[in-house]
């Protein structure tokens, strides 16, 4: 298995890795049930693995869903997210209309675009 290969899928993948990439990368199944068993892997789903066994990050659920559903994308609001940037602006407020403090609340600039909103 070419380890460098594989320790860049990882860190450009959150920690999350596919069978099929390691695989391609020439690892085999027994380099990843090894893995497993010596708990530096932990299975996420069926043919998907993260460099951990501890919780994982909402990054690396994301990236574990794509891998589990390949080929798939992240879209909308969760795509948004993936690349640090919010479907809506928000700036601050200040309520009492003077010295900002506890008062002070973000508001929303602009909603959802029409086609997104939940019909009546």
Do not use: F, K
Not at 50 to 71: F, N
Not at 82 to 104: E, F, M, N
């Amino acid at each position: 298995m070419d380890h460098v290969a594989v320790g860049r899928l990882l860190r450009s993948q959150a920690g999350v890795v596919a069978r099929r990439q390691v695989l391609e990368c020439g690892g085999t199944d027994n380099d990843i049930e090894r893995l497993v068993r010596r708990r530096e892997w932990a299975r996420v789903h069926t043919g998907v693995y993260v460099d951990h066994t501890g919780p994982l990050s909402w990054e690396q659920r994301a990236w574990a869903a794509v891998l589990a559903h390949w080929p798939a994308a992240l879209a909308g609001a969760a795509a948004l997210r993936a690349h640090d940037l919010s479907p809506w602006r928000a700036r601050v407020r200040d309520h009492r209309g003077s010295a900002g403090g506890p008062a002070a609340a973000l508001a929303p600039v602009a909603g959802p675009p029409a086609d997104a909103r939940h019909p009546r």
